[in-house]
């Protein structure tokens, strides 16, 4: 019996989910008894990001949340969070963990779609395949991966397709679907302008050729007015609001909307330049393309700041075989996919309309990996197109031509299936870990600060309920910049800009906006409220005189990870500068080795570096540098720190500390021995003036402030 054409399409939207579904409970398989992955049985999520909407719906579902604590009640992800837990019969947990499996599979229903309107159903099955499990699409979509991604990719694939079928057919439906597809996309994900605004460049390139060529170009036109009213930057409830009013003019009087579109569209720009929709697409393309390693801050101080962009790692450089690997699973497959792809637009230039989501993944080589998933969906096309048309010239037999199209999508699938076995991506936060902020819930306050790193302040406000200084949305080098200060420097100066930081904080939200130390950075403000116009005379006056303190509001507890050692470095660069002339200072000296390989004469540490015992020296390549002290940390109990220290040269340069329990060496510079972050984990050694033990873990530690 043969299928009709809608059958068929069903059969291949289920089939491809079903798959995509399933290779994303592989990584299930491999820690089911992984129990440091679960919390309360069960599993938590494996990117920092997820908790920032895990908080925004868990406040949704409690009916509340303290006031500028930065919960994002409002955003798309949170609401639909809030909403499936009310619906639905599983937990909260188990919902947010796979939610990315289930929506990131959605992907294949465009792909099919869009094979399925150039008449290659086929193409689309493959591309869904293959598409939905490319690296860096299954990388940000796999069970756990819960955040914005799940649905990226999946609303302008949506929107390729809706316009595809808007040119071929000439149906006002699906610039209606179009319309509304743009407002759904922003309202998911408010930084998708960019990708919008290439799509009408696009359309707008092609109405202007049609204009000199003296075609009919009314129909393209009409979708620019839509697309051009969906992008304002209003509200998404008007305009919603304002397309339906369009759409149902457009239908019950038609003439007269042709009659005055050039003022409708004149109309529709206007308003999108006036609302502010062209402002976010230019922030975007500086954040990422036009990255400096220094930040000048708007203030009158014209201060310098670290960019965090330069440490994000999905804003670096790649190399093209990563390029091509994300993309396409492979390099030979993604040339092929490039092949495919041109091929296909030769055959059917409507899928030149896929060009906007192309440019944006090939941005990756410029501007950081995290844009190549943008172009998984064309490229998977331009494969699935490429092995259909190869499979119909090796023969006429359609059966060898299925078995031919199905093996030679094996091949391409293959190197995608191996990567999905191999990423075994941990949780965020191990068990132990999230049992001490667990605990840490019940002795904070909801008002009360953590001040950690920023990639540890949605988990932070996520288990622990409390109030964080950054997180991984406000993360700018001036905001960073005292904690970094704090962790990197000793404990009296680390106390006392601790406490600054986390009251000028609270103080801005009192702040009317026009107000100017609204729009100052904290720094900046403690300066100028202590008589200073040089931030260097004050971080050194913080250690030698008396500093104004603004009156203590709130408890603040500082956050110390074992974990935060493997990015000490990183953490030490967006205090190492001159804020007055953005100069860089010399960076610390941190090693850390766990391989390391002993004998009677020396300790090899690796790369280089050995530790002589008979002279109480460390061999650096070819130099020799003193050594100061040598620490051996051990836990006698898991609540009892044992420390031996062996003095061996008053002048040394570095010390040495064996952190016995962790099966590792530390060869630090005096500076970084004396900050807060190695006196306080490593050591345990805490003025008891200023901090007092809250919570000590082998895996992470919680310091009171106590002044």
Known sequence: MSLTENKKLILYIIF????????RLIWISEFKDMEQFKFNNEFMINTNDGYIWAEGARDILAGTHQENDLSPVDSATSVLTAFLVKILPFSFETIIFYMPAF???????????????????????????????????????????????????????????????????????????????IIAYRWWYPQSYSLEFAFFGLIACYVIYQYFKRQDFQFNFIILTFMMFAMMGLDGAYRFLIVIFL??????????????LPYVFLTSVVLFFASGGFDPIWGELKGYVFKDAVLVSGEDLKLHFYTVMQTVREAG??????????????????????IGYIWLCVRFPIMLLGLPLVGLGFLALFGGLRFTIYAVPVMALGIGFLITECSKKMTNNKNIQVLAGGVLTLLVLFPNIKHIESYKVPTVFSKDEVLVLDELKSIASREDYVVGWWDYGYPIRYYADVKTISD?????????????????????????MIRLDVEYTEKKFGLKEDDIDKNRT???????????KDTNDFLLALNKKNIKMLPKTRDIYLFLPYSMMNIYSTVKLFSNIDLM???????????????FNENSDSIKLGSGIQILKRNGLLQVGQNSVKIKRFVNVKYISKERLDIDMQEIFY?????????????????????TYNSTYFQLFVLENYDNKLFEPTILTPLLKVYKLKI
């Open 16 to 23: 491809a989910f079903v798959f995509s579904f399933t290779m």
């Open 103 to 181: 929506f990131g599979s959605l992907l294949i229903v465009p792909l099919i779609l869009i094979g399925h309107s150039i008449k290659k159903s086929e193409v689309g099955l493959i591309a869904a395949l293959i598409g939905s499990i490319a690296h860096s699409y299954y990388n940000r979509t796999m069970v756990g991966y819960y955040d914005t991604d799940l649905l990226n990719i999946v609303f302008p694939t949506l929107l390729l397709w809706s316009l595809i079928l808007a040119l071929r057919t000439k149906e006002d439906k699906y610039i209606l679907f179009m319309a509304i597809d």
């Open 247 to 260: 759409f149902g003019f457009l239908k019950s009087k038609n003439d007269l909307f042709i009659k005055y």
């Open 317 to 338: 450089h790649i190399s093209f075989t990563t390029f091509g690997e994300r993309i396409s699973g492979h390099t030979i497959t993604f040339l092929a996919s490039v």
């Open 472 to 496: 991984g949305g406000k993360h700018e080098g001036d905001v960073v910049f005292s904690t970094s200060f704090a962790l990197t420097s000793p404990q009296e100066v680390a106390a006392k």
């Open 522 to 532: 904290n720094i900046a403000s403690m300066m100028l409220d202590n008589g200073f």
């Open 581 to 595: 002339s953005g100069m860089m200072g010399e960076n610390p000296f941190f090693y850390q080795t766990t391989d």
């Open 651 to 671: 002048d040394g340069a570095v010390s040495v500390v064996y952190m016995e329990n962790y099966q590792q060496f530390l060869v630090v510079d005096e500076e």
